[in-house]
DNA sequence: ACCTATCGATATTTGATAGATATGCCTCGT
DNA sequence: ACGAGGCATATCTATCAAATATCGATAGGT
């Protein structure tokens, strides 16, 4: 059985006449009937009573043709499906992102704006550290990362830098240098006898090193307090006045109790870059949309904060 | 698009190789491949990657995969359902009976094979009256009905009769002849004085009829008093007191509080019939079925009540 | 690094079969 | 009774699926 004989088999059904089936369809009566008769003889039912003027479904016939038209929709929708797929319209992106990245706006952003762009493709969002979302690159368990800083193991991953942004210091509400005008910019060096909470990632340098290298450029050695397992973590030590912290601009939409935030100067090579990880090749179309999106509009974008 | 596509492209996906998938398929590797070229063109969607060795599933080919699969599989229950429902498995019977129609064990016991022969035929049950029933099946809405009478429109329909079975007289718990030992046959003549009361169909001869012969055969003229639309509303009637009545001997499974059931003697002619009634000709194959089941067995279960 | 086996693509030929043409036969309506 | 309408049958044609032969590319062995 060909699906040419279903197309048949609905048009007779629904004309109830052969010859005006074959019109319909383009072609002649006789070709027509035989296929109709074909396809009788390979079900061993009989799908029409001819009568003396036309013809008629028999019960097989009125159960056989409601299957016939779903099954003809459903080829329908099999084209549809592959064809979406195959423009990345349709499918499934796993994202994954470090704690800090969904602060910076750019990020919502975009994944706002692929999901109005694309919303068949099922978007699936993994919050994780940075050493994790590149492990899930390597296994395929996700698709696209943003993370914070050039990562050790990205070999074999291809790794994009988004924008860059600022840092600042997030200091105790009660600190000496969190009185003074909030929007004046701080020095890095005056922060030369603090005690700093930085994030510490498990696997090769983050924004530890950045940082760490920053100060040496500023003319002191960081005095190293607590080591916090996510960025988030370390602004409640600093909270709890355990010391000061540098963290990305953008945290600073992430209002705390306790934490005030400045502005650093003189230190410009202190920035906090956002970063998209992807596997080379081989990644399917709608993974291929989301990070043309995403790198689409990132040198527009920039860092607006 | 054929199903061969269909066919061709699941084999090979499911090889990874064109070759072997060939083989499988008892033909050989070029024409294979043209064909899933020319489905891949119809597409315009590439369904495989071509490796070195052997081919592989891109993204749109394995949407398509699962969507080609579940096609072909509803075409293997299509072919199913028209073949069940020609050979009359499949389908849709409705019977309807008459109130005094499911007391005789034929009626239920022979529902419950065809239920039990027949599973994927859905039996529609109807009660109804006999005038109705008829009705229904010149309107097509029911295909068989248990009857108890010949009925007078007709006209058109099958009446098969299935069995006879005798009559009994439905006493007032108190009455006189209620008293003697039950299961002694009463003489219908013994009821001459009594006050009938009687089921009457609105639309042609019934039991009616033939109980008003039958007493004036054992020499007296009924006096015919409350008239019931219902076989069994005449019982309910009977319990009350305002008369007797003379019903089918299976209502005696209706045991009612304060109606005693008598045999009735010397009156060969007062038999009640059940009756198949159906259309003639164009009926289903699963209807067919049906009335060839009911008529099969009714000879050899006859009346044993 | 080269050579060879593997496997898909391409080119050409063959063959099956879908479809066209011509005609027959049955039934209904006039 | 006759003609028109409509499906079936018979025969022919043309298309297209499949076979055969060959090419080309790549991976893996030596």
Redesign the interface.
Known sequence: ????HLRYFITVAEEGHITRAAERLGMQQPPLSQQIRALERE?????FRRKPRGVEL???????LE??R??LE??D???A???R??RGE??RVVVGFTGSAPFHPFVPRVIRAFREMYPLVSLVLEESGSSELVQGLHNEDIDAAFIRSPVADVVGLVVKPLLEEDMLVALPAGHALARETEDRALPLSALANEIFILYKRPGGPGLYDTIITACRGAGFSPRVGQEAPRIISTLNLVAAGLGVSVVPASLRRLQMDGVVYRRLSGSAELKAPLILACRPGEN???VQRFLDLVQRPAESVASDN
Chains 1, 2 share one sequence.
């Open positions: 059985m060909e699906l040419r079900l061993d039912v009989q799908l028999t019960d097989a016939g009125t159960a056989f299957r016939a779903s099954i459903e080829v929708r099999a084209f499906t592959a064809r797929t195959a349709q499918g399917s179309a709608a």
